[in-house]
C-alpha cells in the first residue's frame, strides 16, 4: 500500500496521480501529490513503477503499515522507486520483458505471416 511520497524527491510531474487506478491522490497547493485515499490503494505499484524521481514507496502489504516508514531509511536502503528499478523502467535500465524466461523469440526474418 502507499506510503510516502517524498516532499523531496518529487518534481510535480503529477505522473503518479495520473496512472493511480482508484484515485488515491490529490494535489497539494505545491503541486506535490498528497496520499488522500491511502484505503483505496490496491498495491498495484504503477505509480512506483511511472515517477521518474523515485519519490514513491509502496509497501508489499496489502493495508497501511502500523508506523509510517521512515524516509531517509527507505532512502538508506534503496527501496524508494525500487519497484521502477526492478522492473527495468528508466534511463540506462533493461526493460524486465526483455529479461523475461521463456522459449527464444524468432527472428523477424524467420517470422512467416500469412
Ligand atoms: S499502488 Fe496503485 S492503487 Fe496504490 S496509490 Fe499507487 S497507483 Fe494508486
Ligand atoms: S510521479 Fe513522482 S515526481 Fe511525479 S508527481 Fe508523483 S511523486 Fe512527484
Redesign the pocket.
Known amino acids: ?2 506510503e510516502i511520497v517524498s516532499r523531496e524527491r518529487c518534481i510535480t510531474c503529477d505522473k ?1 496521480v495520473e ?4 484515485g ?2 490529490d494535489l497539494g497547493p505545491d503541486g506535490v501529490p498528497v496520499i488522500a485515499r491511502q484505503v ?9 513503477a511511472y515517477c521518474p524521481a523515485d519519490a514513491l514507496y ?1 509497501a508489499p502489504q496489502a493495508h497501511p503499515l502500523p508506523e509510517a516508514p521512515d524516509e531517509a531509511d527507505l532512502a538508506r536502503r534503496g527501496l524508494l522507486g525500487s519497484y521502477r528499478e526492478q522492473i527495468g523502467w528508466g534511463h540506462g535500465r533493461t526493460p524486465g520483458a526483455r529479461l523475461a524466461i521463456g522459449p527464444a523469440l524468432p527472428s523477424s526474418s524467420n517470422v512467416i505471416i500469412s
Open positions: 500500500m502507499i503518479c496512472v493511480c487506478p482508484t488515491v491522490f483505496d490503494c490496491q498495491t498495484c505499484f504503477m505509480c512506483e509502496v
